[in-house]
């Protein structure tokens, strides 16, 4: 059976993926690690996993059942998470409307036999992978985004290593 793996989520325009470079590129000589390339830039919603391609229609018929009220996230401080090692531009609060948006493609997964992540869900972006441990840094400069839209996404694997690639708009 042919699979692919699967994700939502929020993916940033020119003009967003350029406000984040700026915010990032200010607090980046904090990091060390493997810098993630700005195409690949995103805030996942919900993690899939792999999943059956001839049933990809219909997760994208499912999906576009979930109204999307238009909302604004805070990116605000840039921390360390131990455990896959990543630095993570990460947004203290989850608007309301984001939540209410990750719960209902939580179920659509569930309703098609994929078990939800159990964690509470906490937007970020991950700007680099191996990271090395560094303490929690507030941002003087906060990146305000808006997102009215999702996207289904797959990650793809090459030689040159994970891309992302939207499905569908």
Request: proline share 7%; with cysteine; glycine share 6%.
């Amino acid at each position: 059976m042919d699979t692919k793996r699967l994700f939502f989520a929020l993916w940033p325009n020119h003009r967003q993926r350029d406000h984040l470079r700026d915010v990032i590129n200010s607090v980046a000589k904090t990091v060390e690690g493997r810098m993630v390339d700005r195409r690949n830039w995103h805030v996942t919603l919900v993690f899939i996993g792999t999943f059956p391609a001839n049933r990809i229609g219909y997760l994208l018929e499912r999906a576009a059942e979930v109204p999307v009220a238009p909302f604004r996230v805070n990116f605000d401080r840039l921390e360390f998470w131990p455990r896959p090692r990543v630095a993570a531009l990460c947004a203290s609060v989850v608007p309301p409307e984001m939540q209410a948006v990750v719960d209902g493609l939580n179920g659509v997964i569930s309703a098609l036999g994929v078990r939800p992540e159990e964690r509470v869900y906490r937007p970020h972006i991950t700007v680099a992978r191996n990271a090395r441990q560094f303490t929690t840094e507030r941002l003087t400069h906060r990146e305000l985004t808006e997102w009215s839209e999702f996207q289904l996404m797959e990650s793809v694997s090459g030689p040159g290593g994970v891309r992302y690639e939207p499905l569908k708009q």
